[in-house]
């Protein structure tokens, strides 16, 4: 069989792919926090019919001659651009501004995020919509008493109360991780992230997460009643879906070409 035919077949495989990365770009154009996807190419294996040959002392050197086999997808990136800010006027939606996440934990679990859309629970714990804790510097969940009088959150992460007896004080200070490579970060659905290998996350020396105060060590601050929307650029989104059904018919044609001279040959016998 033509190898042109395989090659259109891995080349409408990857734009198949890369139409779903974009699709769920779109999908998630209003999540908070989220990250869009993309998606890069590789070339597949390429069959060598002549190698190359160094110069000798009567003829120059010859390069080789190789027949690509078409293409398949290399990778698939979360960008981790900052999203923009959108103001809520809820005292408890928090964005990060610059790098750095939240810290969630169940008990068992720890989970990442940059959406800051947070609640109070019964006990008075501040947790995201699923419920899992959010974890303050000194490694433990962060609680707002449901006796004071005001709470407000500065860009540095100190939860600021007012008690009942009109005197300040500080609920906690809410921690952010640091990854030197979060494109490596491993999503789990629900706007979260685990750890992985890959991901770089900073750690103390006897292995426990590194808590880190907002606006120190080149992280970013904590923006009280705003939240990060979704990074994904429409307009973009859109142009790379035009290019994606270009290239997917392309290859469509390709396939019904080699098809055509296939069945040239088989009409050879008459």
Same mark, same amino acid.
């Given at each position: ?11 409408? #495989? ?23 996807? #993309?998606?890069?190419?590789?070339? !597949? !294996? ?12 009567? #003829? ?21 651009? %900052? ?157 790379? !879906? ?20 296939? %069945? ?7």
């Amino acid at each position: 069989m033509l190898r042109s035919m395989y090659s259109g077949i891995s080349g409408m #495989r990857g734009f198949q792919t890369k139409l779903d990365v974009i699709g769920n770009n779109i999908a998630n154009v209003n999540t908070s926090g989220f990250k869009k996807g #993309r998606v890069a190419f590789q070339d !597949m !294996m390429s069959q060598t019919t002549r190698g190359a040959q160094g110069p000798t002392g009567n #003829r120059g050197g010859i390069n080789p001659i190789q027949v690509g086999l078409g293409s398949k997808v290399g990778s698939v990136d979360n960008i981790h651009t %900052q999203g923009f800010l959108q103001t809520t006027g809820n005292a408890l939606d928090l964005a990060i501004e610059g790098n750095g996440m939240f810290i969630l934990s169940d008990g068992q679990t720890t989970y990442f995020t940059r959406a800051g859309n947070f609640y109070l629970d019964e006990e008075g714990f501040i947790v995201n919509a699923d419920g899992y804790y959010l974890i303050g510097t000194d490694g433990n969940r962060i609680r707002i008493e449901d006796n004071i009088q005001s709470f407000s959150i500065a860009t540095d992460g100190t939860v600021n109360i007012v008690g009942a007896d009109g005197n300040p004080n500080t609920a906690g200070t809410i921690a952010l991780a640091r990854f030197s490579n979060p494109a490596g970060l491993e999503k789990v659905g629900n706007n979260l992230y685990i750890d992985t290998p890959n991901a770089g996350l900073s750690r103390t020396n006897d292995g426990n997460i590194q808590y880190f105060t907002p606006e120190s060590e080149g992280l970013g601050k904590i923006v009280a009643s705003a939240l990060e929307m979704s990074n994904v650029d429409l307009a973009e989104e859109f142009t790379e !879906m035009i290019v994606a059904q270009r290239g997917f018919q392309a290859n469509t044609r390709i396939i019904t070409t080699s098809d055509e001279i296939l %069945q040239e040959l088989v009409n050879l016998k008459r």
